[in-house]
């Protein structure tokens, strides 16, 4: 069992960590940046390490000062959190070679899953599902349209050397193929001097759907169900919820049986999500798995009843899953708002600063996941989340009802938050009926502010 | 570590593993160490990978020696030499022989350099490479007989030297022994010389005491590594002996150069790729065009062409000479040169940042380029000192026109200065007397020499650079005495009859080549810069081919004879 963990993270992750050590009994070493010494995950550790100056380069993705802030305290194991240095390989091989047990995948899994075309190259082995499209290049028009029928419409054409959407074109069916494929083909030769296509089956407006996965290391793995991360602005996620309401039970268990095979494939242990994109057909695509906690983790916590922080810190200490699929029922409905230091009306430009006065919502079914406080400066070295609202209701429009309440309690004074954006996408009809997907926020005007591009 | 009074603890303390149990949290040997420059913790293997530079601080760390050897030669060219001589304690120090078996064993080295032949980018080298884990690479009767070995063997077998110098200076247990191992390799150094044969002394982290002062030093290009510590007396010896604390940088790299010790500072990633080019100045032979025993005969009457003048008074031309708009020497030596090479420094005092020197390719021949800069806009100008060149640049030039006789490399000369640095320090310096040797000098070098007056032509300043066996100018260029406002100032008292001046001192291309002052001049376009410059230069190329062609076919007492004739005729 860890004895001591130390979080290489900061936020309200860290403090989430933290909370679940301290119900575990297990000691805590924070670890913080100069900028900040004030934080609340360093004053509710058991001990604190200052690991340099405010960038995060000098400090949280500084892997030798977190090492030694972890030999210095004695630190059995390391608890990545999310961002920072949770995806990287190399250091997990470095806890892995320092005798520090790592609370996330082997330093392995992490790399393999890391590298777009291996990940990939394994789900198909695997049987996973992963966008169609052509394994070599096409230059030829006849060749392409052949292919692009098999594919299946609509496809996107892309250039092999392509970027910033030139020598990109879609097609909805063959006869649109050939001029589809000849412009782009056209543009990419005058843009990259390159005339060699790719065809891909294009996945028109998609959901963001993403399945929850445990994995001990005795190879069993487990699917806690989807979220539903669709509200996204520039893949930023914004909202997320479980489970999702484009996804039936049948479907839940399609999909989740693919996503326990991708883990499987992919030798996975700890927690991880295979992110899928899911079309209004029903079809859907393997995208990647992230081998990290996410941020949007308590919403399947609250639909699961699964403590997912616990349940790694668990796995990482080499004990089995105590639940198999069969004990996991997704009971309710859960959505997690991200409220951000931000100003919307002005892209969303970050507003770093000193949180003069704070009020945050409570009661039955409203849980916040935050490290701030009244008096709090915010420092501007890092990401602008400042606390997730998490609201569980027994279905989806009281759980709505539910998150417009708190959110239109929560007070944050002293700098711009995109609380009033949340709470308009909220009231917007289009969500509250569901029918979101990952271009919501580009077709929709949220409180005079739309995404563009 | 701090907090712990805001909230209760909910930990339920475990003792701590044992220090002796299995699997308990620890770096493992060799993983993390300290870099002694910046305090932080760095990775070894992310410290090897990046070529012993620390990833945060950018300090560079020292490298074993078969280290350096992979980091520099070809892949599986080196051939180690000498690789057993028998120790000896010429002093019988007590614990000597202890101590080097020790460390043989630690280091896997035989002792504190390692010397052989290599490739570096195909071409064939002596290498010699110090170890500073080995008695802080103290030169003892070894280190010295495998450099003196080396030396003398590359110059049996006609090869270029390079020694990465690293050391504390001689070996104190060997004593008197150690001293004349200082004259034994640079003995071996000298006769490497007057063969004719390159030497390059790289100097790293610390060079300093005995080696400093025998082959270190001695290398026709001395080049360093950034922030290395080089010296004869170590820091501490000097500040306990003056008791004063040294500046900050003191016996760096940087302050050699700056004080005209080194040819150039090189970041260790381009040390290779910087060796491979000047081994690549030093190989290729010039092309042995035929010579038809074309000699005598008036080798001038080739390039004679009579330039269409523009009509313009003299002081127009002056205006046009010192325009601000104007090309500037490092705009030449890029436009017609390649693999340009700068290298610093007079060996004595400082560098002189009014004069730029080198070594470059012409059309697949290697030359010394030798100009007086200007620089470019107010800052550029006073970095430069407005091309006013001072002591030390004059015996920058006399150092590399040596350097060109020696290996054979015509030299070309661009003239544009308004005179030699009038100032206290360059009188201090002896800036009359650094003139003189240059004029007087010029006419041993053995080489064709080629001054073209680019800018403005200022007195002896100028001439400095333009004893040669031909001068050019440039249509607007001019060549004087004295500036107009100086020569108005003696003659007439009165500095501001600088334009009537001029139109009397003769100085304009159309003078001077009237009156055989120069042979040539080449006609310029109309708003003449940096970017309307490529017609002149391409002139000025084609006529430096045959400049080439024609002096490269004499022999050096024709050359000499020529070159006496041309001045003796004033």
Redesign the interface.
Known sequence: MIRKLLIANRGEIAVRIIRACRELGIETVAVYSEADADSLHSELADEAVCIGPGPSTDSYLNMERIMSAAMVTGADAIHPGYGFLSENARFAQICERCNVTFVGPPSQVISSLGNKQAARNTMVAAGVPVIPGTDSPVTDVTEGLALAAKIGYPVIVKAVLGGGGKGMRTAFSGEEFEKAFLTAQKEAQAAFGDNQMYIEHFVEHPRHIEFQILADGMGNVIHLGERDCSIQRKHQKMIEESPSPAVSEALRQKMGEMAVRAAKAAHYVSAGTIEFLLEADERFYFMEMNTRIQVEHPVTEWVTGIDLIKEQIRIASGEPLGIGQDDVQIKGHAIECRINAENPKQNFRPSPGIISTLHLPGGQGIRVDTGIYSGYRIPPYYDSMLAKLIVHGKDRTEAIAKMLSAVGEVIIGGVETNVDYQFEILSDADYQAGDINVDFLKNHEIGGVKIEE | ????H??K??????P??EESEE??????QG??RRCNACK????VEEVKANSYICPHCNNYFRVPAYKRIRQIVDEDSFEEWDMDIPFSNPLRYKGYGEKVRELQEKTKLKEAIVTGKAQIEGIPVVLGVMDGRFLMASMGEIVGEKIARAIERATQERLPVILFACSGGARMQEGIVSLMQMAKTSAAVKRHSEAGLLYISVLTDPTTGGVTASFAMLGDIILAEPGALIGFAGPRVIEQTIRQKLPKGFQRAEFLLEHGFLDAIVPREQMRETLAGLLRLHTNQRTEETTEGQTGGDLRSNLREEPDFVPMSAWEHVELARDKKRPVGHDYIERIFTDFVELHGDRYLRDDPAVIGGIAMFRGMPVTVIAQEKGEGTKGNIARNFGMVSPDGYRKSMRLLKQAEKFGRPVIFFVDTPGAFCGMEAEEQGQGEAIARNICELFGVKVPVLSIVIGEGGSGGALAFAVADEVWMLEHAVYSILSPEGFASILWKDGSKAKEAAALMRLTAQDLYQMGIVERVIGESENFSKETMDGVTANLEQGIADFMNQYGKLGAEELLERRYQRFRKF
């Open positions: 570590m701090k907090n712990n805001l909230f603890k909910t930990a339920k303390y475990i701590l593993r699997g308990a949290p620890e770096v493992p993983l993390l932080s913790a760095v990775f």
